[in-house]
């Protein structure tokens, strides 16, 4: 007989059902000791995988998410969510079709470990993410800096790394931001950061391209936006498959950004909710943080930052704003700006084989990253959501064999940002 802990060794170990070690919400918890009892009446709420059938338009697929249910992904025929006996009910009751898929296995917490577990420990944990951060930084000092632009809820740093030609310099040269992590289970995205900080500096002297974008672009990465939920994942040695902050129940981080927050039945009000959106715009201190390090980058009144990529998994889809709306076009969003968006998107999406699609074209969100960086700074923002294409390949947590071939996927995508950056609407024969 498999105890409850070698059960949820097999199902990590069985890959594709590793996405299946999900956490529930927790209540309200500050400090570790309290988030470790908690883990312990984690495992007391009853989780399940379903398919939502009767999905086939961006209004039901919106009225699925607005319900506040964890969303995994749609393949064209249904949605995959996580919910509770509850949030299932409530989905019936509104007449979708909902198939119990499979239940998820009882996390048996244990001592801790706080890493990944095995098959995963090419992942790269905090500690470790800092440690190559830092490594580049030494080996090319000329190139790379390191520093913080402030702390996490429960007070790690978030740190950017410059990455430019006189990097001590502020250069007048276009600026582009990657960030990684805003949702915790989405490691795959940590190390997409960490593969763009060291293709740049390690192939410096020998790509001539590479060498063209950090001479005369000022390349900013924020590795990991959301330090105490990735770190919560993995706390148990187990996936938690947990998505929000780690401030009270926890924000879902990409729903409390302020343009057009909480409008438009694209994020929840409930506390319990994967799509929180918090009590007010920016409650949540990573959002802030990003927030100011963003403004901050008007020099003389300009917004230096041009193009941006914000990096999650899994679905392998090029998104682009706005995400409140399904309309093409809004205002502060013409006609020639939502070309360029869809052609660069197009473009970058024909390099690594995602497919390309305005945000909304899934399903309404509000409160986005992506929307807030157009809508305030007229930055050129993009999501990107990684490997795999969907749930039954690997999910959330696909295994470290994939880590260099999927980050390295995303090479000519980020190139093409670089590229356009002094001018992006040069993409569609415009000039800036
Ligand atoms: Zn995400």
Not at 317 to 341: E, H, I, K, M, N
Request: charged share 20%; proline share 5%.
């Amino acid at each position: 007989m498999l105890t409850r802990t070698k059960r949820a060794l097999l199902a990590v170990a069985l890959g594709a059902c590793a996405a299946l070690v999900a956490s529930i919400p927790a209540t309200a918890t500050a400090t570790p000791a309290a988030a470790a009892l908690q883990d312990q009446n984690n495992q007391t709420e009853d989780r399940a995988v379903y398919q939502v059938r009767g999905t086939a338009t961006v209004e039901q697929r919106t009225a699925v998410a607005n319900t506040g249910i964890d969303v995994l992904g749609f393949d064209g025929a249904a949605m995959t969510v996580i919910g509770t006996p509850a949030e299932i009910a409530a989905l019936r009751a509104k007449g979708f079709q909902v198939d119990l898929h499979s239940q998820l296995p009882k996390l048996d917490e244990g001592p801790g470990v706080r890493d990944f577990p095995s098959g995963y420990a090419g992942y790269h944990n905090l500690a470790e993410l800092n440690a190559e951060l830092n490594k580049t930084v030494a080996n090319f000092p000329a190139l790379a800096k390191l520093s913080s632009i402030g702390k996490s809820h429960e007070g790690r740093d978030l740190n950017v790394i410059k990455i430019s030609d006189n990097v001590g310099t502020d250069e007048n040269e276009p600026e582009v931001l990657f960030t990684c992590g805003q949702h915790a289970r989405e490691h795959l995205t940590i190390e997409m950061c960490l593969r763009i900080a060291q293709r740049l500096t390690s192939t410096y002297a020998s790509d001539p391209a590479v060498k063209r974008y950090v001479d005369s672009r000022e390349i900013w990465l924020v590795p990991n936006v959301n330090p105490d939920g990735s770190e919560y994942d993995i706390a148990s040695g187990q996936f938690r498959s947990w998505r929000k902050n780690r401030q009270g129940a926890g924000t879902d981080l990409n729903r409390n950004w302020d343009f057009k927050w909480g409008c438009c039945g694209g994020s929840s009000g409930s506390t319990g909710s994967e799509t929180y959106r918090g009590p007010s715009p920016f409650s949540a201190p990573e959002t802030q943080r990003v927030r100011d390090f963003v403004n901050s980058r008007v020099v003389g009144g300009k917004q230096q930052i041009t193009a941006h990529i914000d990096w999650h998994t899994y679905s392998e889809l090029v998104l682009w704003p706005f995400g409140y709306t399904t309309a093409d076009t809004a205002p502060g969003l013409d006609a020639d700006q939502a070309r360029t968006f869809s052609t660069l998107g197009r473009q970058m999406a024909q390099t690594n084989g995602y497919t390309p699609q305005q945000s909304s074209d899934l399903y309404i969100t509000d409160g986005g990253i992506n929307d807030w960086m157009w809508g305030v700074h007229k930055i050129w923002s993009y999501t990107f959501e990684m490997y795999p294409k969907d749930f039954w390949g690997g999910g959330f947590y696909p295994r470290d064999s994939v880590i260099q071939r999927e980050t390295t996927r995303n090479d000519k995508a980020v190139d093409l940002l670089l590229e356009y950056a002094d001018c992006v609407p040069r993409v569609i024969g415009k000039t800036c």
